[in-house]
Structures are given as structure tokens and as C-alpha cells.
């Protein structure tokens, strides 16, 4: 997991216990809680309503204790990172480059994930994996070796399992399979909404705390067989495709605004973010019309005390839209209504 490759960072930086490290302050939970079991010291900087670093109030919070700053490549699309990559090096000071929402990209045809002296992937965004992350060590700070274990036989099995469920004829069998076992002479309620259009669930939602028992596995069999046969370039480019669709259908609604006016030039996009102005947790109703819209309203950082006003626009007024490659023109029909619905204004929507 990328949480897991957090940690290590820390670790492989020579990062000492009780030095400091900014964090931007529109971030998950799960970012924070390895540098916590690190005993590093945790402090915001402010980020802008279009998830920009906010540079003036980086480089203020930036002190003799500060070992590292942490940039997010929110969403897929590259941050500013030359420029901090310039102000780490200035003040030096590391910088640990989470790109958990990125595929793959480039800026200047230098890759995302070699400007940072570590840097994160996270392949469940965006891989039908179970588990999984690869860290890279652009500047070790120490002599440290990452000593990694197998993970149990029963994890093995589950991943194994998850992994023969999500072979498209596979997955596709076993749920034809099961729905012939439970079908009964009558439809029952659930069979009747088993007829509607498709439900959009080919997103990867798991907010799972970060365990410290858990940080030295290793990636399972099945996910680094898996990750070896995906073929990036196509899913990349059916993302982008999904993002393309979804902004042109988007970009005029009233009530929202896309963060991003197109998808990256080259990498594939992990979610379609989009603003809604005035109504707060929009993405609450898209869910009840079956599209699993997130925000990262409940995973805000409990250590996230002081006031971040922009923060806390985008905590509650930024929703994360699926884009994910097995989507079709359906599922894309299905966001867009229910995007729609939830722009019009509060309701209680019944799922269709």
C-alpha cells in the first residue's frame, strides 16, 4: 500500500524522530498516520481552492526542524513540482512525492515520481489488484535496507481470489453463475433492481487504516503477476477517453465546475474531480443513485486543527467521480444524470 511506502520513506530518508514534515492540508488520513507511527511531528500548509500549493504559506511554516515536505499529485495531474523541488533543494529539506493518484505522466519529459527524493504509487487506484504500492529511493538519506516478508498464506489466498473474480470472462461468469442459483420462480425486489441500468462500481474506495504489523509485506503473488500483464498505455488512454466524456457533458452544468479543464496529456486520470459551489456533500446523494462518488470529507485528518479555509472548501464541496477503464457509455450516462440531480439542489433521491 502507498501508506506502507510512506512509512518506509520516512525511514529510508533519514527522517529522525521528532523532526517535522509538511503536509499539504487538503490530504487523507491514511497519508498522516504513517508519518505518526514514524514519530515524526505533523504540520499543514495551505493548499488553493484548484488544489495548488499555496507557496507563501509553505514557506513560511518551513523551520530548522523541518525534514521534508509532501506533495500530492492530486488526482493524476501534475503539481508544481519543479518549482518545490527548487525550494526543497534552497532550504534543504527532502521532498517525498506521493503520486498514489498518478498512473504514469511526465512533465517536461522528465517521469512524475523523479523529482522527489522518494516517491509512492498506489496500483489499486487504478488496477484491479489486491494490494500494493512501489516506492522509490531517488536520494537515500542512510545505509537502511528494506527487509520485506511474504505475506500469510490466507492474505495469498484472498488476493488470488480477488484477482480470478476480476478476469473480465471469469468475473463475468461467476456473477452470471450466482444470479442463476438465487433466482427463485417469483422476482423478488432485489431481482427487479438487479434489471436496472448497471451500477458503477469499477472504483477503488478502500480507506483502510494504516497498519504498523502490516508495513513490512511484501506485494502478493497474484497482484505482481497482475501488475506485470496490465497494459498501461490502453488503460491510461480509456480513462482519459472517460474523463474527456464526462467533461463535456459536465462543463456546462449548473452547480459544478470540473477542477481541471482536460485530462492529463499523457497519464491516465484516477477520478474526475468536480466542484459543487453550493451544495455541501453532494457526493452523498450521487451514491444513493448507485454511482460510488467520494469525498474526502471523512477521511479528513484528525491532526488538521488550524484553519485551512480553502481545505475545507474542498473537504466538503469537492466530489471524486469515477473514470475508471471498464466504464461504458451507460455508466457515463448514469454519472451524468446523477450529477445533474445532485446539482439541482438537496434531495432524497431512490436509486433508479
Same mark, same amino acid.
Not at 309 to 327: E, N
Given at each position: 500500500m502507498a501508506r506502507n511506502s510512506i512509512y518506509h520513506a520516512v525511514?529510508?530518508?533519514?527522517?529522525?524522530?521528532?523532526?517535522?514534515?509538511?503536509?499539504?492540508?487538503?490530504?487523507?488520513?491514511?497519508?498522516?498516520?504513517?508519518?505518526?507511527?514514524a514519530r515524526v511531528k505533523v504540520e499543514f500548509y495551505a493548499m488553493t481552492r484548484n488544489c495548488e500549493i499555496d507557496y507563501d504559506d509553505l514557506t513560511a511554516r518551513i523551520t530548522a526542524n523541518t525534514a521534508a515536505v509532501l506533495a500530492v499529485h492530486y488526482f493524476g495531474?501534475?503539481?508544481?513540482?519543479?518549482?518545490?523541488?527548487?525550494?526543497?533543494?534552497?532550504?534543504?529539506?527532502?521532498?517525498?512525492?506521493?503520486?498514489?493518484?498518478?498512473?504514469?505522466?511526465?512533465?517536461?519529459?522528465?517521469? =512524475? !515520481?523523479?523529482?522527489?527524493?522518494?516517491s509512492m504509487f498506489?496500483? %489499486?487506484?487504478?488496477?484491479?489488484?489486491?494490494?500494493? +504500492?512501489? /516506492?522509490?529511493?531517488?536520494?537515500?538519506?542512510?545505509?537502511?535496507?528494506?527487509?520485506?516478508?511474504?505475506?500469510?498464506?490466507?492474505?495469498?489466498?484472498?488476493?488470488?481470489?480477488?484477482a480470478i473474480a476480476n478476469v473480465p470472462v471469469v468475473g463475468r461468469t461467476l456473477r452470471t453463475l450466482k444470479r442463476i442459483l438465487v433466482r427463485r420462480a417469483a422476482p423478488t425486489a432485489s431481482e427487479t433492481a438487479s434489471a436496472r441500468p448497471p451500477?458503477?462500481?469499477?472504483?477503488?474506495?478502500?480507506?483502510?487504516?494504516?497498519?504498523?504489523?502490516?508495513?513490512?509485506?511484501?506485494?502478493?503473488?497474484?497482484?505482481?503477476?497482475? =501488475? !506485470?500483464?496490465?497494459?498501461?498505455?490502453?488503460?491510461?488512454?480509456? %480513462?482519459?477517453?472517460?474523463?474527456?466524456?464526462?467533461? +463535456?457533458? /459536465?462543463?456546462?452544468t449548473s452547480g459544478v465546475t470540473p477542477l481541471h479543464s482536460k485530462p492529463p496529456p499523457e497519464g491516465g486520470?484516477?477520478?474526475?474531480?468536480?466542484?459543487?459551489?453550493?451544495?455541501?456533500?453532494?457526493?452523498?446523494?450521487?451514491?444513493?443513485?448507485?454511482?460510488?462518488a467520494v469525498a474526502w470529507d471523512g477521511v479528513r485528518p484528525s491532526r488538521l486543527s488550524q484553519a485551512f479555509?480553502?481545505?475545507?472548501?474542498?473537504?466538503?464541496?469537492?466530489?471524486?467521480?469515477?473514470?475508471?477503464?471498464?466504464?461504458d457509455e451507460v455508466h457515463l450516462e448514469r454519472i451524468v444524470s446523477a450529477v445533474e440531480l445532485a446539482a439541482s439542489g438537496p434531495t432524497d433521491p431512490k436509486p433508479r
Open positions: 525511514r529510508l530518508l533519514g527522517i529522525r524522530p521528532g523532526q517535522t514534515v509538511l503536509l499539504p492540508a487538503y490530504v487523507c488520513e491514511t497519508a498522516v498516520e504513517p508519518l505518526i507511527e495531474f501534475p503539481t508544481t513540482i519543479e518549482k518545490l523541488r527548487a525550494l526543497c533543494d534552497e532550504r534543504g529539506i527532502a521532498l517525498i512525492e506521493d503520486c498514489a493518484h498518478v498512473l504514469f505522466d511526465r512533465i517536461h519529459d522528465r517521469p =512524475l !515520481g523523479t523529482f522527489g527524493d522518494a498506489s496500483w %489499486r487506484k487504478f488496477l484491479p489488484v489486491f494490494d500494493g +504500492s512501489t /516506492l522509490r529511493i531517488n536520494n537515500r538519506g542512510n545505509d537502511m535496507n528494506l527487509d520485506l516478508h511474504n505475506v500469510p498464506l490466507s492474505i495469498q489466498a484472498r488476493s488470488t481470489k480477488h451500477q458503477v462500481d469499477a472504483y477503488e474506495t478502500n480507506t483502510d487504516h494504516f497498519t504498523l504489523s502490516n508495513a513490512d509485506f511484501a506485494m502478493t503473488w497474484a497482484s505482481r503477476h497482475s =501488475l !506485470g500483464y496490465s497494459d498501461f498505455v490502453a488503460i491510461a488512454a480509456a %480513462r482519459r477517453t472517460n474523463f474527456a466524456v464526462l467533461w +463535456s457533458q /459536465l462543463n456546462n486520470p484516477w477520478v474526475f474531480p468536480l466542484i459543487f459551489g453550493e451544495h455541501h456533500d453532494a457526493h452523498k446523494t450521487i451514491r444513493k443513485l448507485g454511482v460510488p479555509p480553502d481545505a475545507d472548501f474542498l473537504y466538503h464541496h469537492l466530489v471524486f467521480l469515477p473514470v475508471h477503464q471498464s466504464l
